[in-house]
């Protein structure tokens, strides 16, 4: 079957760095989304990785590497607004979305 | 308006109701997407539909029944609902729902419905 791992829950304090991993298995591969989810709010769009390597954007990077079905969110300088939830998403072969279950972030002062 | 709404944003009903959730989108886009979501689970994919034409039907209970009647609207008709489907119910959207892996989809921030 198909599998999408991130960790549960994450905390990590103002200011510094935190790396928000997900590993998948899939039938196939097209690319790899992180949606940000704040409490009661809808996703949005956060980055697309479709070869290897690492994307920048700002204080948020992603990074994936497609022989070891591997990607992470690099997240730095956190703020408090940065507590979410994190989603990442495969698209398989059959251009279908496969979701993690999120990893929900805890930034502390 | 900009972007997804979703109405109503809270919605509490008994299982011999019957009731609709509302999407609208302002985005000019041509897919439009029903996701259900619960807590510390995966998104789940209801429908799409592309062009107004539905395209995917993951194998979901018929208490469930969709309705797009054009491109910018979509529906979610309710109707003897069960406890398990209290969750949240997300629309999206995306410029259309052919195969490309850049298809970004925009979310409503969701109706939250409450089975009794």
């Known amino acids: 079957g198909q599998n999408i791992d991130q960790p549960t829950e994450m905390t990590a304090t103002e200011g510094a760095i935190v790396q928000i991993n997900c590993t998948y298995q899939t039938s196939g591969f097209n690319g790899l989304f992180w949606y940000q989810q704040h409490a009661g709010e809808a996703p949005t769009f956060l980055s697309y990785?479709?070869l290897d390597g690492l994307e920048e954007k700002g204080r948020f990077s992603s990074f994936l590497s497609r022989s070891k079905g591997y990607s992470y969110l690099l997240l730095k300088e956190l703020q408090m607004k940065d507590s979410a939830s994190y989603l990442c998403?495969?698209?398989?072969?059959?251009?279908?979305?496969?979701w993690g279950a999120g990893t929900k972030l805890i930034i502390k002062p | 308006e900009t972007g997804v709404t979703q109405t109503p944003r809270h919605l509490v009903m008994g299982m011999t109701n019957k009731k609709s959730l509302k999407c609208e989108q302002h985005l000019g886009h041509n897919a439009m997407y029903w996701y259900k979501q619960s807590a510390k689970k995966p998104l789940e994919l209801m429908f799409v539909y592309n062009f107004k034409e539905q395209t995917e039907n993951n194998s979901v209970p018929s208490r469930f029944s969709p309705e797009c009647p054009n491109s910018s609207h979509l529906f979610l008709h309710l109707h003897t609902l069960q406890p398990e489907d209290s969750a949240l119910y997300l629309c999206?959207?995306?410029?259309?729902?052919?195969?490309?892996?850049?298809?970004?989809?925009?979310f409503g921030a969701g109706s939250r419905l409450t089975v009794l």
């Open positions: 999206a959207s995306s410029q259309d729902g052919t195969s490309s892996g850049a298809n970004v989809l925009t």
């Open positions: 990785n479709v």
């Open positions: 998403a495969v698209m398989d072969s059959n251009y279908q979305l496969i």
